[in-house]
């Protein structure tokens, strides 16, 4: 009988978009939810999302860096590109969520692995977990053999993973599958990808969307006075098309 897995990945507290990417879902009748990271950081709903998200049916979640940095605190020494407006928005994020939220991300693993009729399924952030929310470097532009590299062999059939925000869908060892972020994209649809293991060793992929409107996203960032929205708007929710 098949079995269908919604992977989502990179929420970022875009509460619509979340909201239009389950309703989608839901309609496909999927077995189970996948987030492969970040569900906070960056929108302005960080409590809402998470809120939603656990009380989601049928879902499992990996670790993501911003997810990290919540259940485990800020690195006490910042990388250098973290500079103070990004620190201070973290800051602001984690202030709006409580302990028992806190306790129900850091009980999120950084990797799973799913067996279904054969075929062997990775889902991750991204390579090289620290424990800490650090990850392998991100391989812009790259190829299988980079993300063969990246997740060091994984003796998968396939792996999902987020993190770099743009979709992607390639071949190396295993097929490597970025949904695409879910909540940070230039265009206000929701994304997402769809396994669907058909029969024995046998799988399909394929990516989907669902519209919303982006509207309380834009106008949470100045109601909420989110640290450091000018570089939010500019860079992770430009809607431009």
Partial sequence: MPHCIAVITDVHANLPALEAALAAIDARGCDEILHTGDAI?????PRETLSLLLATPRIRFAMGNHDAW???GLP???PEWMDDGERRHHEWVHAQLSDDLRAAVG???WAHVVEIQGVRA???HYG???GRGGFAPIRRDATGADLDDVFDDAGVD???YGHHHPRSDLTGRARYINPGSLGCHTEPVARFAVLEVVREGAWDVRFHEARYDPTPVLDALDIREVPDRDLIRKAFLRFDG
């Avoid at 950081?41 to 709903?45: E, T």
Wanted: proline share 13%; no cysteine.
């Fill in 41 to 45: 950081g960056i929108g302005p709903f």
């Fill in 70 to 72: 919540f259940a485990m």
């Fill in 76 to 78: 006490a020494n910042a």
């Fill in 107 to 109: 009980s999120w693993p």
């Fill in 122 to 124: 990775l889902f991750t």
């Fill in 128 to 130: 090289r977990p620290d």
């Fill in 158 to 160: 396939l792996v999902f």
